[in-house]
């Protein structure tokens, strides 16, 4: 059950959910890298079964990290209160 911050104690003898156990530090720079990687295939998995549950389209999940002709991504290209710019059309280049 989600409890919004500074919420009242719960009614009914429902219990509060747990607070995550803090994760003790990295033991090592291995360990620290697998740490992150399982971070990064986590939310990776939870954004595809957003996708397939059809809560979000694989494009509004992963457009902003399409890599642009000149390096940039699309998040880095187009940016909060910028002008829109127009993307070249993709298709075969004469």
Do not use: C
Not at 10 to 26: A, E, H, I, N, T
Not at 27 to 46: F, P
Not at 47 to 74: S, W
Request: charged residues 25%; glycine residues 8%; aromatic residues 6%.
């Amino acid at each position: 059950m989600y409890e919004p911050p500074g919420s009242p104690e719960p009614v009914d003898g429902m219990r509060s959910p747990q607070k995550p156990r803090s994760l003790p530090p990295p033991k090592s720079h291995e360990e620290l890298s697998r740490r992150y990687w399982h971070k990064l295939s986590m939310l990776i998995r939870a954004k595809l079964e957003a996708v397939d549950a059809g809560i979000v389209t694989f494009e509004e999940e992963f457009l902003a990290y399409m890599v642009l002709p000149g390096g940039e991504t699309l998040a880095q290209n187009v940016r909060p209160g910028s002008p829109v710019r127009t993307l070249p059309a993709s298709g075969p280049r004469r």
